[in-house]
C-alpha cells in the first residue's frame, strides 16, 4: 500500500510539473529560434502531430518510399541557418495515423528513435537493432535556430523551461534507470584476438553506455552489445563482468588507470564463473 502511495504521489507531481511547463511550438520550413530559458524537446514517450510535404506522399519518391517502409522514415528537423545547418535529424518510427478532420498532410507517428546526418540505411543489421541506434531524446537549447525540411512541412515540439528538466529527470528517474555514458580505452590486442576490431587493431575513444542490464560499445558507426549475466570486484580498480553476446560468453573488465582515465578490456570467456552469476 506504501508504495503504491509513493508511486502515485510521484506520478502526480511529474504530471503537474509538466501540466504547468509544457507548452506546444509550431516548427515549419523557417528557422525558429528557441527563447532564453527555454528548451525545445521531442522524444520517443508519445506520439508526434506532423505535416508531411507533398513530396513524401507522391508515388514513386524516395520520401515516399521512405515514409511507407518498415521501419518508417522522415526527415528532416535542421540546426541552423536555413539552407546552412549544422545538424540534421531523421524520424525512425512504425506507427503512423492520420489525423481526423485535418488535411491530408497532417499524420500522428510514434518514434523509436532519431538518428542524425551520420547515419546511413546500411547501419541497419540484424547486429544493429532499430532501438539501438541513434537516440531517444533530441532538444534544442536556447538561441539555436529550428526548422524542418524535405520531406517535412511542419512538426510539434515541447516547450518547457530549462530549469524544470533537471526536476522532471530527478522525479522521474530511479538509479537502475539511469544510463551511464563516458570514453573507455579498449584493450587493442584483446579487443583483436575474437576478431570484431577488423584490420584496424586501432580502438581508442570508444563510446560505451552502460545500464545494469548490458553494455553498449560503439566502434565508430558498429554497435556491439553485451547481455550482463553477472559481475565480481576483482579489486577496489577493477570491476569483472561476464556477460554474452550472439551466444557466446565473454568478459567484461572495467579499470581505472593510474592517470584516472577509465579502460574497458573484452576478452573471450569459455566458461563463466559461479561467483560472477546473479
Not at 518510399?65 to 521501419?71: E, I, T, V
Not at 520531406?151 to 539511469?178: F, R, Y
Request: glycine share 6%; aromatic share 12%; hydrophobic share 35%.
Amino acid at each position: 500500500m506504501k508504495k503504491t502511495f509513493i508511486l502515485t504521489a510521484l506520478i502526480f507531481s511529474v504530471n503537474t510539473l509538466y501540466s504547468q511547463t509544457l507548452k506546444k511550438v509550431i516548427i515549419n520550413r523557417y528557422p525558429k529560434e528557441v527563447p532564453a530559458g527555454k528548451i525545445w524537446r521531442l522524444n520517443i514517450s508519445k506520439k508526434v502531430k506532423v505535416e508531411v510535404s507533398k513530396l513524401t506522399l507522391e508515388r514513386g519518391s524516395k520520401f515516399n518510399a521512405l515514409f511507407l517502409s518498415n521501419p518508417k522514415f522522415l526527415y528532416s528537423i535542421a540546426v541552423g541557418e536555413n539552407g546552412q545547418p549544422s545538424k540534421l535529424y531523421t524520424i525512425i518510427f512504425k506507427e503512423l495515423e492520420k489525423i481526423p478532420f485535418s488535411n491530408d498532410y497532417s499524420y500522428n507517428i510514434k518514434p523509436i528513435t532519431f538518428v542524425d546526418e551520420n547515419f546511413s540505411l546500411s547501419d541497419l543489421t540484424t547486429e544493429n537493432e532499430i532501438s539501438n541506434l541513434g537516440v531517444k531524446e533530441i532538444t534544442f537549447e536556447p538561441g539555436e535556430k529550428v526548422y524542418v525540411g524535405n520531406g517535412l512541412d511542419v512538426i510539434e515540439l515541447d516547450e518547457i523551461p530549462k530549469n524544470t528538466t533537471k526536476a522532471i529527470s530527478a522525479q522521474s528517474q530511479s538509479k537502475d534507470e539511469m544510463v551511464y555514458k563516458s570514453d573507455y580505452w579498449i584493450n587493442s590486442k584483446a579487443y583483436k584476438s575474437f576478431g570484431e576490431a577488423g584490420d584496424n587493431p586501432v580502438v581508442e575513444n570508444v563510446k560505451v553506455i552502460h545500464t545494469k542490464q548490458n553494455f553498449k560499445v560503439f566502434f565508430g558507426k558498429k554497435l556491439s552489445i553485451y547481455t550482463i549475466v553477472g559481475y565480481k570486484r576483482f579489486s577496489e580498480v577493477r570491476l569483472d563482468y561476464t556477460v554474452k553476446k550472439d551466444g557466446k560468453m565473454y568478459l567484461i573488465s572495467l579499470c581505472k588507470m593510474p592517470n584516472g582515465n577509465p579502460s574497458l578490456l573484452i576478452e573471450k570467456q569459455w566458461a563463466i564463473p559461479e561467483a560472477y552469476l546473479d
